[in-house]
């Protein structure tokens, strides 16, 4: 029997067999998350067999112990999916440029090099306008009160996904639950985009069933407590079920999710990852703090619910190694690793491609300084080879955002 015959069959039994417990370990303590993003903007290094390998060894030599890689973005599968090709959202078969399955081979050198590889499910219910899930079922995409279907992000303008309709639910659990059974991985990692901006919900679907539920029409402000928690408390319910279904198919899979700083999630992005940490939805949280400077960055680390996650399970700040229009220093990067350590926080980078190439110091120093912090070895900076062709699609991270009040 193929795997696009299997799936609805072992989705249908993972949401029937009683939930596993998560892959926490007994004191979240006794582990610091050393992680960093591999994005669509690092496809060039993992496409080529031997730099991919060589990598991984020089992330495994430094000190890392977590590769987030992208396996969903724009709308496209970067690993061979019958669900996407099936569907007929993608029309091609990625592969690296020897013909190999990226993802396959990068979590088999990750394991060799004690690397835990954690597929990353970039987009979430984000789609691009002109992609073809999008074009293809238009009834999927939820709409702001004035009908408009579209917003602005940091990766351009975005659709968004309905997460309140089975269709939409089903679609996602398919592919996650592909890239998890296929191949055999350790977990799962969401981020930011598993979330739907708080202006969103007013398309027919979604007001009839708010009606339903509770007698009312939907608020005409998108910010009123009752109607934010009414949206943010089903985007749990379905990672509850979705999370249900990973562990029933990979026991023991790690649940991560990366999603903003708490107060902007919930109030502006409907995600209660709070709750997820406590419902035991996740097994791990990465929060993204990317501030350019330490007087705004350590606030967050006091945060009442990071340090109720830090009791919890393990949890990091994530910060930025750079942009290519926006370095980051290297004595930054060391000031904020020590300053999450004294919390007794992990740290993740976004992204690879910034850790040692994008920096204002020579890639020598740089990797120098990550070994000192990991207590790892820096060893060579790996020489640049640039591919030719069109660069691949990337999302960069949300902008640097003050605290609400």
Same mark, same amino acid.
């Given at each position: 029997?193929?795997?696009?015959?299997?799936?609805?069959?072992?989705?249908?039994?993972?949401?029937?067999?009683?939930?596993?417990?998560?892959?926490?370990?007994?004191?979240?303590?006794?582990?610091?998350?050393?992680?960093?993003?591999?994005?669509?903007?690092?496809?060039?290094?993992?496409?080529?067999?031997?730099?991919?390998?060589?990598?991984?060894?020089?992330?495994?030599?430094?000190?890392?112990?977590?590769?987030?890689?992208?396996?969903?973005?724009?709308?496209?599968?970067?690993?061979?999916?019958?669900?996407?090709?099936?569907?007929?959202?993608?029309?091609?078969?990625?592969?690296?440029?020897?013909?190999?399955?990226?993802?396959?081979?990068?979590?088999?050198?990750?394991?060799?090099?004690?690397?835990?590889?954690?597929?990353?499910?970039?987009?979430?219910?984000?789609?691009?306008?002109?992609?073809?899930?999008?074009?293809?079922?238009?009834?999927?995409?939820?709409?702001?009160?004035?009908?408009?279907?579209?917003?602005?992000?940091?990766?351009?303008?975005?659709?968004?996904?309905?997460?309140?309709? *089975? $269709? /939409? +639910?089903?679609?996602?659990?398919?592919?996650?639950?592909? @890239?998890?059974?296929?191949? %055999?991985?350790?977990?799962?990692?969401?981020?930011?985009?598993?979330?739907?901006?708080?202006?969103?919900?007013?398309?027919?679907?979604?007001?009839?069933?708010?009606?339903?539920?509770?007698?009312?029409?939907?608020?005409?402000?998108?910010?009123?407590?009752?109607?934010?928690?009414?949206?943010?408390?089903?985007?749990?319910?379905?990672?509850?079920?979705?999370?249900?279904?990973?562990?029933?198919?990979?026991?023991?899979?790690?649940?991560?999710?990366?999603?903003?700083?708490?107060?902007?999630?919930?109030?502006?992005?409907?995600?209660?990852?709070?709750?997820?940490?406590?419902?035991?939805?996740?097994?791990?949280?990465?929060?993204?703090?990317?501030?350019?400077?330490?007087?705004?960055?350590?606030?967050?680390?006091?945060? *009442? $619910? /990071? +340090?109720?996650?830090?009791?919890?399970?393990?949890?990091? @700040?994530?910060?930025?190694? %750079?942009?290519?229009?926006?370095?980051?220093?290297?004595?930054?990067?060391?000031?904020?690793?020590?300053?999450?350590?004294?919390?007794?926080?992990?740290?993740?980078?976004?992204?690879?491609?910034?850790?040692?190439?994008?920096?204002?110091?020579?890639?020598?120093?740089?990797?120098?300084?990550?070994?000192?912090?990991?207590?790892?070895?820096?060893?060579?900076?790996?020489?640049?080879?640039?591919?030719?062709?069109?660069?691949?699609?990337?999302?960069?991270?949300?902008?640097?955002?003050?605290?609400?009040?």
């Amino acid at each position: 029997m193929g795997l696009a015959k299997l799936l609805p069959l072992l989705l249908a039994a993972a949401l029937q067999w009683p939930q596993q417990v998560g892959a926490q370990p007994a004191n979240p303590q006794t582990l610091e998350l050393r992680g960093v993003w591999l994005t669509a903007n690092d496809m060039p290094v993992l496409r080529a067999r031997t730099r991919m390998q060589a990598t991984v060894n020089q992330l495994a030599d430094l000190g890392f112990n977590r590769l987030y890689a992208v396996v969903w973005n724009g709308g496209m599968a970067y690993y061979p999916s019958q669900v996407s090709e099936g569907r007929q959202f993608q029309n091609f078969t990625y592969r690296g440029l020897q013909g190999q399955d990226v993802i396959g081979e990068l979590i088999t050198a990750g394991r060799s090099r004690g690397l835990v590889v954690l597929p990353w499910f970039e987009f979430g219910f984000m789609a691009p306008p002109d992609s073809e899930l999008a074009r293809r079922h238009r009834s999927w995409l939820t709409q702001k009160r004035d009908g408009g279907l579209s917003s602005i992000s940091a990766a351009g303008e975005v659709v968004w996904l309905n997460p309140f309709r *089975p $269709e /939409v +639910q089903q679609l996602i659990t398919e592919l996650v639950l592909e @890239v998890v059974s296929q191949y %055999g991985a350790d977990g799962i990692q969401f981020d930011d985009h598993m979330s739907l901006p708080r202006e969103f919900g007013y398309d027919p679907f979604t007001v009839a069933l708010y009606r339903k539920e509770t007698g009312h029409e939907p608020p005409a402000n998108e910010a009123e407590p009752s109607w934010v928690k009414w949206r943010a408390d089903r985007i749990t319910a379905f990672m509850e079920q979705l999370a249900k279904a990973v562990r029933n198919a990979r026991p023991g899979a790690i649940i991560s999710i990366s999603p903003n700083y708490y107060d902007f999630a919930y109030k502006l992005q409907l995600q209660d990852w709070r709750s997820w940490v406590q419902r035991g939805i996740a097994d791990e949280l990465l929060i993204q703090i990317y501030r350019p400077d330490l007087a705004s960055y350590l606030p967050q680390l006091e945060k *009442p $619910e /990071v +340090q109720e996650s830090l009791g919890l399970i393990p949890t990091a @700040v994530a910060v930025m190694s %750079g942009q290519r229009n926006r370095p980051t220093p290297l004595a930054l990067i060391r000031q904020k690793v020590e300053a999450n350590r004294a919390k007794g926080l992990g740290v993740a980078f976004f992204y690879l491609e910034s850790l040692w190439s994008l920096g204002p110091e020579p890639a020598a120093e740089r990797l120098s300084g990550l070994a000192d912090l990991f207590g790892g070895l820096p060893g060579p900076p790996l020489p640049s080879q640039p591919l030719p062709g069109k660069p691949l699609p990337g999302t960069p991270p949300p902008p640097d955002l003050p605290p609400l009040p």
